[in-house]
Structure formats: C-alpha cells, structure tokens
C-alpha cells in the first residue's frame, strides 16, 4: 500500500466488507480502491478481476438464465436486491452490530411481505404507465448517494461537536 491502509481495513466489519466485495460486487471493489490508499498493482489487480468477473457474466449469461427463475434476472427482482443490499450495507455502516441482528430479526416478517408487495405493484406499474420504469432504481440511487454522503456528513458532525465542546470550555 502507498501510504497507511484506510481506517476501514482496520475493523472487522470493514475487512468483511472488502471480501465481500471482492467476491460479488467488484464493481464498488474497485472504485473503493482509491490511489491514495493501494499501489498500482493492486489497482490493476481489481480492474483484472472486474474484467474476468465482467466477461464470466456475458460468457454465461444463458446458463445462468436456464436455471434461474425468470424474475430473478427482471429489472425489477434486480432493483429490488440492489436496493435490499444497499440498504443493508448502509444500516451496517451506521448501527452496532448486535442492534442490527435484533433489527433485523424483527424485521424479516414485514420484509418479506413488502417485497411480494413492491413485485405486484412494479408489475401493474410497468403495464399501466411504462414512462416511470427508469424510476424503478431510485431507491438505489438515492442509497449510493447516502453511502457517499456518510462519512463527509460524519467528519462534519464531529468538526461542529469539536467546536462547539471548545466553545463551551472556554
């Protein structure tokens, strides 16, 4: 690595992420691999990954359409696992684990019910009114621009109580 290794690598939960990432979504692997952070052989590494993981894809698309249902390939079943994920991610990112456990086993029943929900509604919504497929990833845009958002907002909130603990002593 070029200068020390992100703070993230340092916790448990951020080194799962890194693999998981590695393994199934190398796409965010490699635009988390910043320069300032990895060598540039590392960096080549990801962007070599990407691109066999990329051409495993198109290579054996049809195999993988044989054996899956075909809901599981739609746009819908795929914004629906994109936005469950990042939203998982996300609530990883900003709650202690042992909360997150408890929340989500609470929270399996009411999901599963509202995912049955949000297929029928996509379904009459993509026969009725055609022009609002694109918003179909919304969510998931509005959950990257949160992930991007997380630490900008978190360093502000800190420099503000920083501040404002000095205001105070003084």
Known sequence: MDIASPKDLDTRRGRIFFWIGLAFLPLFWVWWMTPRYFSRRQ???AWGWLA????????WHEA???????????????AMRLNLALF??????CVPFD???SMTIVSVDALASSTVLA???WNRIENTMPYLKPLIFAP????????????PVRNWYRERQS????ELSE
């Open 99 to 101: 909360l997150f456990v």
């Open 119 to 121: 297929l029928i509604t």
């Open 52 to 59: 066999i993981y990329t051409a495993g894809l198109v290579f």
């Open 64 to 78: 993988v359409l044989g054996f899956m249902p075909p809901w599981a390939v739609s746009y819908p079943g795929i």
């Open 140 to 151: 998931a845009v509005v959950l990257a621009v949160m992930h991007l958002l997380l630490d």
């Open 88 to 93: 998982v991610w996300f609530v990883l990112r």
């Open 163 to 166: 501040s404002s603990l000095m």
């Open 43 to 45: 960096r080549g590494m």
